[in-house]
């Protein structure tokens, strides 16, 4: 999602990229492809240790002491197996620092620079799975549930101020995360249809982005419906 949202925003506009990554490899292939179809900008690839907090907070120190930053999109996650986290609690515990409580250090890290330039925009991405916990994926929907919580914490106390911090929840979405989702035939939402809408809504400052948006209507419905009625269903 991340590497498609950096193709539209360079396709709109001349402007400096930076991307941090887990692996240095993959975000220098991907910042590679960038370079390519935007030859005059500046695109920087980088490599931090995301499970460390006092890492990140250096790594974010180091980013927005180069320049005030605009816009960040804090995208990284992977989609655990439930079972597996069932069953073995270094594997919960990945699952919910990966996709939980990684994203939310990150967003403190560049909320603090943001707030003290007073402008940018933070897009945080969480999921639908994060508005009710479902028994099919509920250690990855509790994480979700967590970004969702402290984005909501995040705007509420930037009310006011010219930094937006943009909730982002996405349906399934064709990307290597779900790549087994679709070898087993489940519908996924295209990855440029979904950039289109989180670069759309990053730059409107929407609270909530629902992509496709479909979604906001089925979970509406899935958190409403009475606990009776919901521990009858498969889902």
Same mark, same amino acid.
């Given at each position: 999602?991340?590497?498609?949202?950096?193709?539209?925003? &360079?396709?709109?506009? &001349?402007?400096? $990229?930076? &991307?941090?990554?887990?692996?240095?490899?993959? !975000?220098?292939? $991907?910042?590679?492809?960038?370079?390519?179809?935007?030859?005059?900008?500046?695109?920087?690839?980088?490599?931090?240790?995301?499970?460390?907090?006092?890492? %990140?907070?250096?790594?974010?120190?180091?980013?927005?002491?180069?320049?005030? $930053?605009?816009?960040?999109? %804090?995208?990284?996650?992977?989609?655990?197996?439930?079972?597996?986290?069932?069953?073995?609690?270094?594997?919960?515990?990945?699952?919910?620092?990966?996709?939980?409580?990684?994203?939310?250090?990150?967003?403190?890290?560049?909320? +603090?620079?943001?707030?003290?330039?007073?402008?940018? !925009?933070?897009?945080?991405?969480?999921?639908?799975? =994060?508005? +009710?916990?479902?028994?099919?994926?509920? /250690?990855?929907?509790?994480?979700? =549930?967590?970004? !969702?919580?402290?984005?909501?914490?995040?705007?509420?106390?930037?009310?006011?101020?010219?930094?937006?911090?943009?909730?982002?929840?996405?349906?399934?979405?064709?990307?290597?995360?779900?790549?087994?989702?679709?070898?087993?035939?489940?519908?996924?939402?295209?990855?440029?249809?979904?950039?289109?809408? %989180?670069?759309?809504?990053? +730059?409107?400052?929407?609270?909530? $982005?629902?992509?496709?948006?479909?979604?906001?209507?089925?979970?509406?419905?899935?958190?409403?419906?009475?606990?009776? /009625?919901?521990?009858?269903?498969?889902?």
């Amino acid at each position: 999602m991340a590497e498609h949202c950096a193709r539209l925003w &360079l396709k709109e506009a &001349l402007c400096d $990229v930076t &991307l941090l990554g887990r692996s240095l490899e993959k !975000t220098e292939r $991907v910042a590679a492809d960038l370079r390519v179809r935007s030859p005059r900008a500046q695109v920087h690839a980088l490599q931090a240790d995301f499970a460390d907090p006092l890492a %990140i907070a250096r790594q974010v120190d180091a980013i927005c002491a180069e320049a005030p $930053v605009d816009v960040v999109l %804090i995208a990284h996650g992977s989609l655990p197996d439930q079972v597996a986290c069932q069953q073995h609690l270094d594997a919960n515990q990945e699952a919910l620092m990966v996709n939980g409580v990684s994203p939310v250090l990150f967003a403190e890290a560049f909320v +603090r620079h943001m707030e003290k330039a007073d402008r940018g !925009t933070l897009g945080l991405i969480g999921s639908v799975a =994060g508005d +009710r916990g479902r028994k099919s994926n509920y /250690v990855y929907g509790a994480a979700k =549930g967590l970004v !969702t919580r402290y984005a909501q914490g995040l705007q509420h106390r930037l009310a006011g101020s010219a930094v937006k911090i943009v909730l982002i929840k996405p349906g399934p979405t064709d990307t290597p995360m779900t790549a087994h989702l679709k070898q087993d035939g489940g519908k996924l939402a295209s990855v440029e249809q979904v950039a289109q809408q %989180i670069v759309s809504g990053m +730059r409107q400052g929407k609270p909530v $982005v629902y992509t496709p948006g479909k979604w906001a209507l089925i979970m509406m419905i899935i958190r409403h419906l009475p606990q009776f /009625v919901f521990n009858k269903m498969d889902i």
